[in-house]
């Protein structure tokens, strides 16, 4: 039943996608990517021409990747989006069964996240760097863990070279996901090896090859590097009231996540004469706590969290699962698959293409300014 959910939810997300208009930050990365295939410079990124150090490359790189494949549109971008999270949703599936040892559990995990209001409607399918990013820090987490467990040195190779992978996605976060995971697995084992014994400095060294490799073929690579540091930082210390972000942060979060936010509520009440705190969810607790702790106390957007929504996805599936011998519970959650996939499938035929003929669309305005532009004339 979980899996027919999850292949429903993942076609959901197609009907019209190529009609919707970009919005937020999806024109500036396609942009970028244009200029790259164009130009055919592809290690300094520029934006009407003029040096971008905003971001890392790797995403534009993607989507370049797949012009060859999809001809340049929104569907272009958009596509290295669901791509990612299809292999999202798959993975949180193999650690939630790696875990647990549960298929059922594990194929609940990962329509947990799909399914979750920010993924479904928003960063899952748009040409935002996000969903992407969360992928790479999530495997980097799962191979952590596996050294965690393992003592494998061929895991702490592979987490520092996936960290570095995430690092030309978003820059500096992906740095600071990997330091506060090992943080927690020393706490968690309260054992300091987990960060400065071997397999500690191996995930550190290799998590610097893939960014170093590109940095030293750049013309300004220490002005990147401030660049990246300030689009990291200036959020801690910047005008806002931090006691209001504090507050209202966690209110943000409960509603990028719902329904599965109100439904685990929901599931610790049904299971509350059962409930029980194994040591799989005590360490994914304590992975998310302390990654989330930097966010929470700086001016930061609810879907830089989005890394963490893997973990959410399998704590809150733990509950909900033991939460289905209550049948008036079971239907509650039928009802709500139902309901969210069916709204998300009338979202994209209907309102898509209304936004994409309105006159405030990007697409609209763009038709417009062209129409007063005529290409055979002098400019200046």
């Not at 979980?2 to 197609?14: G, R």
């Not at 290690?43 to 494949?69: A, D, R």
């Not at 960060?195 to 220490?222: C, H, N, R």
Request: glycine residues 4%; positive net charge.
């Amino acid at each position: 039943m979980f899996l027919v959910f999850i292949l429903l939810a993942l076609l959901s997300l197609l009907p019209n996608l190529h009609r919707y208009p970009f919005k937020n930050e999806e024109s500036l990365r396609t942009q970028i990517a244009f200029e790259m295939w164009h130009s055919g410079h592809y290690l300094q990124p520029t934006l009407f021409g003029e040096p971008y150090f905003n971001k890392p490359p790797l995403f534009n790189w993607l989507i370049v990747l797949y012009s060859h494949i999809i001809p340049w549109s929104e569907l272009t971008a958009r596509a290295v989006s669901l791509t990612s999270l299809t292999l999202l949703t798959l993975l949180v599936g193999v650690f939630s069964y790696y875990l647990f040892k549960n298929i059922r559990l594990s194929l609940l995990s990962s329509l947990i996240l799909l399914t979750s209001g920010n993924i479904l409607f928003f960063y899952g399918y748009l040409a935002e760097i996000d969903i992407t990013f969360s992928l790479f820090v999530f495997l980097g987490m799962f191979f952590l863990y596996l050294w965690w467990e393992r003592a494998s040195f061929m895991f702490a190779l592979s987490a520092g070279l996936v960290f570095g992978i995430s690092f030309m996605l978003k820059g500096l976060p992906a740095y600071a996901f990997m330091g506060i995971s090992m943080i927690s697995f020393a706490l968690y084992r309260r054992d300091i090896r987990y960060l400065m014994g071997k397999g500690a400095i191996a995930i550190y060294l290799f998590s610097l090859i893939v960014p170093a490799l590109w940095l030293v073929q750049l013309a300004e690579p220490v002005e990147y590097i401030k660049s990246l540091w300030r689009e990291s930082f200036s959020r801690v210390g910047g005008e806002f009231s931090r006691l209001s972000h504090m507050l209202f942060y966690p209110l943000i979060n409960f509603k990028d996540l719902l329904p599965w936010s109100l439904l685990f509520l929901l599931s610790l009440w049904y299971g509350r004469k059962e409930l029980t705190f194994p040591s799989q969810i005590q360490l994914l607790t304590l992975l998310f706590l302390l990654n989330y702790l930097p966010y929470w106390i700086s001016d930061s957007s609810g879907r830089y969290i989005m890394p963490l929504y893997p973990l959410l996805a399998i704590i809150f599936s733990y509950y909900t699962y033991r939460a289905l011998s209550s049948e008036l519970f079971k239907r509650l959650l039928l009802f709500t698959l139902v309901s969210v996939i069916l709204l998300r499938l009338l979202y994209g035929i209907f309102f898509f293409p209304y936004a994409e003929n309105r006159e405030s669309s990007r697409k609209r305005i763009a038709e417009s300014m062209a129409g007063y532009v005529s290409m055979r004339s002098s400019i200046a």
